[in-house]
């Protein structure tokens, strides 16, 4: 029995240095990516729910890693928002995402606004808006063209710096989405404080449409929410055309999800729902 619990304690710390030890590798390995360019962004269009036209497209970074192929978001960005990463990945996405808007306006073609994700930890200090001025100018783009998606976890702690922040995004003319919304804890007073333009209807509601009357309650609700409050509305994470009809029916603005579309690279993006402007 003693070897037996020397053994358990043994187990114990050398499982948490190898956790402890996991993070670290994986912590240097993202900054290698940052180094490298590993780091790329695939575009899920935004479609406009009346005409079938597209609206809009967000942006979402995925790892090229060398070994472990392309690793989805949910693999990194918890750890980046952990280790403060998430600041240089923020900026290298913010990056990307205007030299990408900036190439296909050279090409000619005909863009939607572009939506970037932004983590709470972004939003701590100025950072994010001298890099969004930054990556505007550098690129020549309007910020007319960008909208960022934040999560209800950031503005629940609604303190006037917050506040501060997103009024001057919408100074800047950037339009600003509450993403995953009615997930988090928040209260809903936030709603009439800030500057939002859009909600996100969570994907997690409209997985039960049409068959669920809970879900279609919640869905109508935040769409009327929304309206009334001067808002448009997306919903996420639509697969199929019930759903969508249900949507259209409710009055939802936009629908984004595998029916449409799923994310997409920057060249199938291109062929698939771009169009030159018409001269
Ligand atoms: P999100 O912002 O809520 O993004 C929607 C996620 O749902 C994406 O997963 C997308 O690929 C997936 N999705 C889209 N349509 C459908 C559908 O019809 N059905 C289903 N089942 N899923 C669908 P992804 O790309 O793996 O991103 C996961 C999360 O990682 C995002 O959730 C976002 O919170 C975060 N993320 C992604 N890109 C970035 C980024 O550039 N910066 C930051 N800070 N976070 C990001
Ligand atoms: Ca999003
Ligand atoms: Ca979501
Ligand atoms: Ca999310």
Excluded at 85 to 106: K, N
Excluded at 110 to 133: M, W
Excluded at 257 to 269: D, M
Aim: net charge negative; glycine share 6%.
């Amino acid at each position: 029995a003693k070897n037996q619990g020397r053994n358990r304690y043994a187990f114990y710390t050398s499982d948490l240095t190898v956790t402890a030890q996991h993070r670290m590798e994986m912590e240097n390995d993202m900054r290698r990516g940052l180094e490298r360019n590993e780091f790329i962004l695939h575009y899920q269009p935004k479609q406009d729910l009346a005409s079938g036209n597209l609206n809009g497209v967000e942006a979402l970074v995925r790892w090229q890693h060398p070994q472990r192929g392309l690793v989805d978001p949910d693999q990194f960005i918890p750890l980046a928002e952990e280790t403060g990463l998430i600041v240089d990945l923020g900026r290298r996405i913010i990056d990307l995402a205007c030299a990408q808007i900036a190439d296909w306006r050279h090409a000619g073609l005909a863009l939607p606004r572009v939506a970037i994700n932004v983590s709470g930890v972004q939003l701590i200090g100025t950072q994010l808006v001298t890099d969004l001025r930054r990556a505007l100018s550098e690129h020549d783009i309007p910020a007319s063209l960008l909208e960022l998606e934040i999560t209800e976890d950031f503005v629940m702690n609604q303190n006037r710096e917050a506040i501060h922040l997103l009024e001057l995004f919408r100074d800047m003319n950037i339009q600003l989405a509450i993403d995953d919304f009615g997930t988090g804890y928040s209260s809903l007073a936030y709603l009439k404080e800030l500057p939002l333009d859009t909600l996100k209807i969570d994907r997690s509601f409209v997985a039960g449409l049409p068959g669920s009357h809970h879900d279609a309650a919640i869905s109508q609700t935040i769409i009327v929410l929304a309206h009334n409050l001067g808002m448009s509305v997306v919903a996420e994470g639509v697969e199929t055309p019930e759903q969508r009809q249900l949507l259209l029916e409710q009055g939802c603005d936009s629908v984004q999800g595998y029916l449409i579309s799923a994310p997409l690279p920057p060249t199938q993006f291109v062929t698939t729902f771009l169009k030159t402007v018409p001269s």
